[in-house]
C-alpha cells in the first residue's frame, strides 16, 4: 500500500472514529461491524463491547418494525432518512436520533454493509416538547382571560386567537382561525372591510389604536358593541410583521346607558308633565277659591243689607257652582294619573252615540243657555273605535269648553263627522267647531305640546279639562288639533278636531 493510500485511510479512521454524531457500520441483519467512539457517551463502556450485538437492541418494540422497513428499502435504493426514532441507551436512558443510513457494500459478493449515522437530537426534542407545552400553556392563559383577543400576520391573515374570539367567530377552535381572514368569519362584509382598513393603518402608522368602538355581527346572530385595542407587532430588527388585538363586548353596557338615557328622559318628561298639570291646577284651583272668596265676602254684606237679600241666592249659587268645578277639577285630575297607570282595556263603542249622551247632558245642565247643536254626521256611516269610558269624558270636556268659554248670546256647535281612508286602515274625523271666544296660538301650544309658560295668564282656557282630552285620544292611538274656526282671526271661534282609528260598521 502506498504512503498516500496509508495516510487517507489513517485519515478516515481517526474521522470515524471521533466524528461527533454516532457512526456505525452494519450489517443487512443490523448487527454491528464497527462503531464510533462516540458511543461510549450512552453508557458503552467498551467499543468491542458493542461488536456482534444488534441495533434493534436497543430500539423500542414499536420503532424496530420501521427500522427493518427501512433498511430493506437501502438495500433496493441505497439511502434512506429517519428524521426522529426513540433509542434506550445500555444505562436504560431515552435519546432521539436522526437517522442516516447509506449502502457501502456490494450485495453481489456478499459484502453488504450498511453506514449508519445517528445524530443525536434529543436536546432539539426536549426544546420542542418545552416550546410546545409553553404554548400549550399560553393557549390556556389566553382562552381563561375574558376579553377577546386574537393576532394577525402583516396581511391581516389570522395566526390565533383565544377561545372566547372563536366562538363569536364562528370557527370550532382557535386553531382552526389560522390562515382565514375576517372576510372568511361571521361578521358582515362591511365589518370585515372596516376591520381590514383599521389594521392597516395601525400596522402601517406603526402606532397603536386604543378604545375603537366597533359593531360586529356575531356566529350566533347577535348584533355586538366593542371596544378594540389593536398594538403593531415587531420583529427582533423592529419591522412591524403584524398586529395583536383585543376587544370587549360592551353590548350590555351601551344598553344600559341607553335605557338610563331613556328613563333619565321619560323621568324628566314625567316631571316637567307633573309641573305644568301643577301649574294649571295651582292656577284652576286659586280662581275657584278667590271665586268662592268674593262670593262670601258678599254675602256678609248682603246679609245685613235688606235690599240686597235677594242677591244671596245667585251669590250661593255662583258657591255651588265654583265648588263644583273644583271637584270636576279634582275627578280630571285623578282621571288623568289612572290613564298613564291602568292597564289599556278597550271595548267597542259607538261615536255618535256617546256624542247625543253628552249633548242630551249638557243641554240639561245649561237650560239657562241658548245652545244650538248642528250635527252633521256622515251618512249611513256608524263609526265604532275601540275605546273606553275615558272617551266620554273626552267629549264632554270639549263640548263643555265650547260652552263655558262662549260669549256669544246663541252658543253655536257644529258637530261633524267624516271619514278619512288610509291604505285600507280606517280613520273617523270628528270636528267640534265652535263659536267662543277662540284660543291664542300660544294657548293651543300649552295644550298640545304640554308646554309651561312664566305667563300663568296662558293657561286660562287650557285648564286640566282639555290636558284631559288630548290623554284620553292619545291613549286610544288618535290625534287631536286645535284651529281657529276662521283662519285669520283667533276670537271668532275654535275648531276641536279628533282623528281616530275605527272599524266600519259591516253593513256600510
Same mark, same amino acid.
Given at each position: 500500500m502506498q504512503d498516500e493510500d496509508m495516510v487517507n485511510l489513517d485519515f478516515f479512521e481517526k474521522l470515524f472514529e471521533n466524528y461527533p454524531d454516532l457512526v456505525f457500520i452494519i450489517n443487512a441483519e443490523g448487527k454491528f461491524i464497527k462503531t464510533s467512539k462516540g458511543v461510549m457517551k450512552y453508557g458503552v463502556n467498551n467499543i468491542d463491547d458493542l461488536i456482534g450485538k444488534n441495533i434493534f437492541d436497543f430500539l423500542k418494540d414499536e420503532k424496530k418494525i420501521l427500522v427493518q422497513q427501512q433498511l430493506k428499502y437501502v438495500l433496493s435504493n441505497h439511502f434512506t432518512k429517519i428524521e426522529r426514532i426513540e433509542f434506550e441507551t445500555l444505562n436504560g436512558n431515552q435519546y432521539f436520533g436522526e437517522i442516516t443510513a447509506s449502502l457501502i457494500g456490494n450485495e453481489s459478493e456478499n459484502s453488504v454493509l450498511i453506514l449508519v449515522v445517528i445524530r443525536d437530537i434529543t436536546k432539539h426534542v426536549h426544546l420542542e416538547r418545552e416550546l410546545k407545552e409553553n404554548k400549550k400553556m399560553f393557549q390556556l392563559v389566553i382562552d381563561n382571560i375574558p376579553q377577546y383577543i386574537f393576532w394577525k400576520d402583516i396581511d391581516s391573515v389570522y395566526l390565533g386567537c383565544n377561545e372566547n374570539f372563536a366562538r363569536?367567530?364562528?370557527?370550532?377552535?382557535?386553531?382552526?382561525?389560522?390562515? =382565514?381572514?375576517?372576510?372568511?368569519?361571521?361578521?358582515?362584509?362591511?365589518?370585515?372591510?372596516?376591520?381590514?382598513?383599521?389594521?392597516?393603518?395601525?400596522?402601517?402608522?406603526? =402606532?397603536?389604536?386604543?378604545?375603537?368602538?366597533?359593531?360586529?355581527?356575531?356566529?350566533?346572530?347577535?348584533?355586538?358593541?366593542?371596544?378594540?385595542?389593536?398594538?403593531?407587532?415587531?420583529?427582533?430588527?423592529?419591522e412591524v410583521i403584524g398586529l395583536l388585538g383585543t376587544y370587549e363586548d360592551i353590548t350590555k353596557q351601551l344598553e344600559s346607558r341607553l335605557a338610563l338615557k331613556e328613563s333619565e328622559k321619560k323621568y324628566k318628561t314625567a316631571f316637567n308633565r307633573a309641573e305644568f298639570y301643577k301649574d294649571i291646577f295651582t292656577h284652576d284651583i286659586g280662581n275657584i277659591l278667590q271665586s268662592i272668596y268674593s262670593s262670601v265676602e258678599i254675602c256678609r254684606i248682603c246679609k245685613d243689607d235688606p235690599e240686597k237679600i235677594n242677591e244671596l241666592d245667585i251669590l250661593l249659587k255662583t258657591i255651588e257652582n265654583e265648588t263644583n268645578r273644583a271637584a270636576r277639577l279634582i275627578n280630571n285630575i285623578k282621571k288623568l294619573?289612572? *290613564?298613564?297607570?291602568?292597564?289599556?282595556?278597550?271595548?267597542? *263603542?259607538?261615536?255618535?252615540?256617546? *256624542?247625543?249622551?253628552?249633548?242630551?247632558?249638557?243641554?240639561?245642565?245649561?237650560?239657562?243657555?241658548? *245652545?244650538?247643536?248642528?250635527?252633521?254626521?256622515?251618512?249611513?256611516?256608524?263609526?265604532?273605535?275601540?275605546?273606553?269610558?275615558?272617551?266620554?269624558d273626552a267629549i264632554y270636556n270639549i263640548m263643555l269648553n265650547s260652552i263655558k268659554h262662549n260669549e256669544s248670546k246663541v252658543i253655536k256647535i257644529k258637530i261633524r263627522t267624516s271619514l278619512l281612508t288610509f291604505h285600507n286602515h280606517y280613520k273617523v274625523k270628528i270636528e267640534f267647531i265652535d263659536n267662543g271666544i277662540g284660543m291664542l296660538d300660544a294657548q293651543k301650544e300649552v295644550l298640545l305640546e304640554s308646554r309651561n309658560y312664566k305667563d300663568k295668564s296662558i293657561f286660562k282656557r287650557t285648564g286640566i279639562g282639555l290636558l284631559l282630552v288630548k290623554k284620553i285620544i292619545n291613549y286610544f292611538d288618535g290625534e287631536i288639533s286645535i284651529k281657529n274656526r276662521i283662519i285669520s282671526d283667533h276670537s271668532k271661534g275654535t275648531n276641536f278636531t279628533l282623528i281616530i282609528p275605527f272599524k266600519l260598521n259591516k253593513d256600510y
Open positions: 363569536v367567530a364562528g370557527v370550532e377552535k382557535p386553531e382552526h382561525i389560522i390562515g =382565514k381572514t375576517d372576510y372568511d368569519l361571521a361578521w358582515k362584509k362591511s365589518e370585515a372591510e372596516s376591520f381590514y382598513e383599521i389594521d392597516r393603518v395601525v400596522m402601517e402608522l406603526n =402606532k397603536p389604536e386604543f378604545d375603537v368602538i366597533e359593531p360586529q355581527l356575531q356566529a350566533d346572530g347577535k348584533e355586538a358593541w366593542l371596544k378594540t385595542n389593536r398594538i403593531p407587532l415587531h420583529d427582533s430588527k423592529g294619573s289612572k *290613564i298613564d297607570s291602568e292597564e289599556k282595556l278597550l271595548k267597542s *263603542i259607538e261615536i255618535h252615540q256617546v *256624542i247625543r249622551n253628552v249633548v242630551h247632558e249638557l243641554r240639561i245642565k245649561y237650560l239657562h243657555k241658548k *245652545i244650538i247643536i248642528i250635527e252633521e254626521f256622515i251618512e249611513k256611516l256608524n263609526p265604532v273605535i275601540n275605546a273606553n269610558e275615558y272617551f266620554e
